[in-house]
C-alpha cells in the first residue's frame, strides 16, 4: 500500500531551467509534508516543508505547492543549479503518526551543466 | 553541534547471523527513529522512541528490535539476518514526538552474504 507516491523515476533538466518534482499521496490524514533530498553515500537532508493549511511555502529558490483537493504536491527549483543533482524523496506525517515519515520512492533529478 | 551520527558506516555479515547498529541522536533530540531503505525505493519506517519508551513500530517482523537509552542513544538489533536485509539503514532524530521535521544521520549500509 504506496501511500505517497512519486511517479518520475527520473527528471533531467538544463542548468538555470525549472525543475519540477511531483508527487501524489492517498492518505487523508497526512497533514505535513516534507522534501528531503539525499546524495550517494549521505542521509536525506530536509529540504522544504508544507503544512496542510497553506498552499505554497518559499524557501529561497525552492517552492512547495500543495494541492489538498487532488491530493498532489510539487516542488520547483528555479533556477536549476547542478549542485541540485540528487534524490529527491516526498514525504508525509499525519493523524496518530506520532511523526513517523511516510516516503514516496524517489526521483533522481540531474541538471546538466 | 554534531548531527545525528551511527556506527558501523559498512557492515558485511553472512546470513543467519545478527547484527547492531548504534545512533547518537542530535543533542537535546529525545526521539530517534529508525528507517531501512532499500536502493531505489524510499527509506520505510521501522522503529520510533522517545523517552525510552517505543512509540512506533513499522511492518518489520519480530527479528528486528531496539531500544533507547537514558542519553537518548538508540540500537537497531537484528537477528537471523536474511539476504533481503541488505539495505542502508537510517537513524533520524528529533526535539520530541509530534509532526516535525526529522533530521537524519548518514547510515550503516548492512550488506548480508
Known amino acids: 500500500d504506496q501511500q505517497v507516491k512519486q511517479n518520475s523515476p527520473s527528471l533531467s533538466v538544463q542548468e538555470g531551467r525549472i525543475s519540477i518534482l511531483n508527487c501524489d499521496y492517498t492518505?487523508?490524514?497526512?497533514?505535513?509534508f516534507l522534501w528531503y533530498k539525499k546524495y550517494p553515500a549521505e542521509g536525506p537532508t530536509f529540504l522544504i516543508s508544507?503544512?496542510?493549511?497553506?498552499d505554497k511555502n518559499e524557501d529561497g529558490r525552492f517552492t512547495v505547492f500543495l494541492n489538498k483537493s487532488a491530493k498532489h504536491l510539487s516542488l520547483h527549483i528555479v533556477p536549476s543549479q547542478p549542485g541540485d543533482s540528487a534524490v529527491y524523496f516526498c514525504?508525509?506525517?499525519?493523524?496518530?503518526?506520532?511523526?513517523?515519515?511516510?516516503f514516496g520512492q524517489g526521483t533522481i533529478l540531474t541538471v546538466h551543466p | 553541534d554534531a548531527g545525528v551520527t551511527q556506527s558501523p558506516t559498512h557492515l558485511i555479515k553472512t546470513r543467519g547471523q545478527q547484527v547492531t547498529l548504534r545512533c547518537s541522536p542530535i543533542?537535546?533530540?529525545?526521539?530517534v527513529s529508525w528507517y531501512q531503505q532499500v536502493l531505489g525505493q524510499g527509506p520505510q519506517f521501522i522503529f520510533q522512541?522517545?523517552?525510552?519508551?517505543?512509540?512506533g513500530r513499522g511492518n518489520f517482523p519480530d527479528r528486528f528490535s531496539a531500544r533507547q537509552f537514558p542519553n537518548y542513544s538508540s540500537e537497531l538489533n537484528v537477528n537471523a539476518l536474511l539476504l533481503g536485509d541488505s539495505a542502508l539503514y537510517l537513524c533520524?532524530?528529533?526535539?520530541?514526538?509530534?509532526?516535525?521535521?526529522?533530521?537524519f544521520g548518514s547510515g550503516t549500509q548492512l550488506s548480508v552474504l
Open positions: 522512541y522517545y523517552e525510552k519508551e517505543e512509540r
Open positions: 514525504a508525509a506525517i499525519g493523524g496518530t503518526s506520532y511523526g513517523k515519515l511516510t
Open positions: 492518505n487523508s490524514m497526512f497533514d505535513y
Open positions: 508544507i503544512s496542510s493549511i497553506k
Open positions: 533520524a532524530s528529533k526535539p520530541g514526538q509530534g509532526n516535525e521535521k526529522l533530521f
Open positions: 543533542s537535546g533530540h529525545k526521539s
